[in-house]
């Protein structure tokens, strides 16, 4: 009896001897709805991927969005969503970027910046407590057409 008990527990640990990949995302979209004298409001569109065998709940998502490095605009998204195993969840946050960052984005916009980046710290709620994993997701707008898909404009 007391070897089944060894073999039960040592088979449950190997779940978390394997190694487990860290969750990625991906930038969807970024859409303006307005633009006035107090700043920029539209949305932000970005996808969850989980690569591991076993679905894991999303609780929230701290993250940033930077274009010509500079800062442009953060936020929370607090879920409550399970990413699938093996599989992808998108999330869509609303954004508000100040009329001074949109300014300072406008100015490195203006001298030739194409870069950007979204770093976010994926908060999940598991089974042996909180965890949290950071990710970064970055790339290069393609001169103007770039920077319209980016802002939405068509």
Same mark, same amino acid.
Request: proline share 5%.
């Given at each position: 009896?007391?070897?089944?008990?060894?073999?039960?527990?040592?088979?449950?640990?190997? =779940?978390?001897?394997?190694? =487990?990949?860290?969750?990625?995302?991906?930038?969807? @979209?970024? &859409?303006?709805?307005?633009?006035?004298?107090?700043?920029?409001? @539209?949305?932000?569109?970005?996808?969850? &991927?989980? %690569?591991? %065998? =076993? /679905?894991?709940?999303?609780? /929230? =998502?701290?993250?940033?969005?930077?274009?010509?490095?500079?800062?442009?605009?953060?936020?929370?998204?607090?879920? &409550?969503?399970?990413? %699938?195993?093996? @599989?992808?969840? %998108?999330?869509?946050?609303?954004?508000?970027?100040?009329?001074?960052?949109?300014?300072?984005? @406008?100015?490195?916009?203006?001298?030739?910046?194409?870069?950007?980046?979204?770093?976010?710290?994926?908060?999940? &709620?598991?089974?042996? /407590?909180?965890?949290?994993?950071?990710?970064?997701?970055?790339?290069?707008?393609?001169?103007?057409?770039?920077?319209?898909?980016?802002? /939405?404009?068509?």
């Amino acid at each position: 009896m007391r070897w089944l008990l060894v073999l039960v527990v040592l088979g449950g640990c190997s =779940i978390f001897m394997r190694s =487990i990949e860290r969750p990625t995302a991906d930038v969807r @979209g970024v &859409s303006v709805s307005s633009a006035g004298y107090t700043g920029v409001t @539209g949305q932000l569109r970005f996808d969850v &991927s989980n %690569p591991n %065998p =076993i /679905g894991v709940p999303l609780q /929230g =998502i701290d993250w940033e969005l930077s274009i010509g490095g500079t800062r442009a605009v953060t936020g929370t998204v607090e879920l &409550s969503q399970t990413i %699938p195993a093996k @599989g992808v969840a %998108p999330v869509v946050t609303s954004l508000t970027i100040a009329a001074r960052d949109a300014i300072e984005v @406008g100015t490195a916009l203006a001298r030739g910046s194409r870069d950007y980046q979204l770093k976010a710290k994926l908060r999940f &709620s598991t089974a042996i /407590g909180p965890l949290a994993v950071e990710v970064a997701h970055h790339g290069q707008l393609d001169g103007a057409a770039g920077i319209e898909r980016l802002l /939405g404009a068509r």
